[in-house]
Nanobody, 115 residues
Framework: QVQLVESGGGFVQPGESLKLSCKVS????????IHWHRQTPGKARDFVAS???????NYAASVRGRFTISRDSAKNTVYLQMNSLKPEDSAVYYCKANILSRDYWGQGTQVTVSS
């Protein structure tokens, strides 16, 4: 069973940074891509960023230029560096691994940005 474990969330002030980690239980190159999504109460889970097996990266417009997705294949871990955080970035952040038509999700990590 594939497992993904997010970590690194927390409470920060506007303008500060956080780095999230997504540890995958198997080789990340087994998957088509690893994604980060986020969700606030009562809203849909929104796409944030992704990196595919070939290294192609995509960002949501709302985070482009502030967030950076990266990976360490030796650690089977994907990261999300979040800079210049805003209150509207507050959410539960989830990572997702997908292969063919199947998605695997982590349990999420809470990020709160507030003064």
């Amino acid at each position: 069973q594939v497992q993904l474990v997010e970590s690194g969330g927390g409470f920060v002030q506007p303008g500060e940074s956080l780095k999230l980690s997504c540890k995958v239980s198997e080789n990340i190159f087994n998957f088509n891509a690893i994604h980060w999504h986020r969700q606030t109460p009562g809203k849909a889970r929104d796409f944030v960023a992704s990196i595919n097996v070939g290294g192609r990266i995509n960002y949501a417009a709302s985070v482009r230029g502030r967030f950076t997705i990266s990976r360490d294949s030796a650690k089977n871990t994907v990261y999300l560096q979040m800079n210049s955080l805003k209150p509207e970035d507050s959410a539960v952040y989830y990572c997702k691994a997908n292969i063919l038509s199947r998605d695997y999700w982590g349990q999420g990590t809470q990020v709160t940005v507030s003064s």
